[in-house]
């Protein structure tokens, strides 16, 4: 079965800090990789994401993610952290193929970022 | 251009009634898919359709349904509602077949089982 995994529950930094969170995944065929945002009781927002092409992907609120196929990851960067970047993480994978049970987003298990002044 | 416009945004229902909730999403998009997302289990898949055809299920209950009409709205129903039942219910929306150009999520139903 296809799968994410993001191996952190909680991610704390300072703001102004440089944050990462994490991002692993395993597919059969070529993966479409996706960073998603979600704040308190609202829906998910799309901050960017991987097709093909350049392995670093720019997205919203100057975040950005790096592609790496050898590694299988996909981890979610941004050069100096905000306390309203506080939410929820998502990432998430989809690929050519039918996800059938699973759908054609897989999700991984979320990241809660808290960002502290 | 409007998103993806999920009613209503709160719902409380008593055990064993049924609901149904709806979805508009971003105009031209042809494809929509539910999500149910809780704290234990995180997002899990509900269903996909594409131009009016169930394409994917996921693995819940027959008490959970959907369709999807000619304009691509969608509707999900829960029958028999249970406790258990209590989540945020999240639509999103496709340009294109198998979501490879990614989706667009509404901002959910929060439906709460009593």
């Known amino acids: 079965a296809q799968s994410v995994a993001q191996p952190e529950d909680q991610v704390n930094v300072a703001e102004g800090n440089p944050l990462t969170v994490k991002c692993t995944y395993s597919v059969s065929g070529n993966p479409y990789l996706f960073w998603y945002v979600q704040y308190p009781n609202r829906g998910l927002q799309f901050l960017l994401k991987?097709?093909?092409?350049?392995?670093l992907v720019k997205g919203s609120y100057g975040f950005e993610a790096e592609f790496n196929k050898s590694q299988t990851s996909f981890h979610l960067k941004k050069p100096s952290a905000l306390v309203s970047d506080s939410a929820l993480y998502f990432c998430a994978v989809s690929t050519l193929n039918y996800g059938g049970s699973q759908g054609n987003l897989i999700f991984g298990k979320g990241t809660k970022l808290s960002v502290k002044p | 251009k409007a998103g993806v416009t999920q009613t209503p945004r709160y719902l409380i229902k008593t055990r064993g009634q049924q609901v149904t909730l709806s979805c508009s999403p971003i105009?031209?998009?042809?494809?929509v898919s539910w999500y149910q997302q809780t704290p234990g289990q995180g997002l899990q898949f509900l269903f996909e359709?594409?131009?009016?055809?169930?394409?994917n299920k996921g693995n819940f209950p027959g008490r959970f349904s959907g369709r999807q009409f000619s304009n691509s709205r969608s509707e999900m129903n829960v029958s028999t509602l249970e406790l258990g039942d209590s989540a945020l219910y999240l639509c999103a929306s496709s340009s294109r077949d198998r979501g490879r150009e990614g989706y667009t999520f509404g901002s959910g139903t929060r439906l709460t089982v009593v």
């Open positions: 359709y594409f131009s009016e055809t169930q394409r």
């Open positions: 105009s031209g998009h042809r494809s």
């Open positions: 991987y097709i093909t092409g350049d392995n």
